[in-house]
């Protein structure tokens, strides 16, 4: 069973930055594609950027430049290191594992850019 917890969001003012962590359970950021998901009032969930087991990334055009998803296996947590923060980036950030086609998530954290 996979479990995710997600930390680090919160308020800030527009052009800062934050680091989102999600702690997952052993081995499953070694074993499985992981994303950082939002979804801001109102809206659909939408993604933002996706590490695979090998390490290699992608990100969402809006992201792109200013996000970093990183992970560290040793930590067994996952990072969105966010930078240049606009309001448009306000949601609920979810982090996310793919294991054997199935999606497991956690319970989310805010993040506020005012």
């Known amino acids: 069973h996979v479990q995710l917890v997600e930390s680090g969001g919160g308020s800030v003012q527009a052009g800062g930055s934050l680091r989102l962590s999600c702690v997952a359970n052993?081995?499953?950021?070694?074993?499985?594609?992981m994303g950082w998901f939002r979804q801001a009032p109102g809206k659909e969930r939408e993604g933002v950027a996706v590490?695979?087991?090998?390490?290699?990334?992608s990100y969402e055009d809006y992201v792109k430049g200013r996000f970093i998803i990183s992970k560290d296996r040793a930590k067994n947590t996952l990072y969105l290191q966010m930078r240049d923060l606009e309001p448009e980036d306000t949601a609920m950030y979810y982090c996310?594992?793919?294991?054997?086609?199935?999606?497991?998530w956690g319970l989310g954290t805010q993040v506020t850019v005012s």
């Open positions: 052993e081995y499953t950021l070694s074993r499985h594609c």
């Open positions: 590490i695979d087991t090998d390490g290699s990334t």
């Open positions: 996310a594992a793919d294991v054997e086609g199935i999606s497991y």
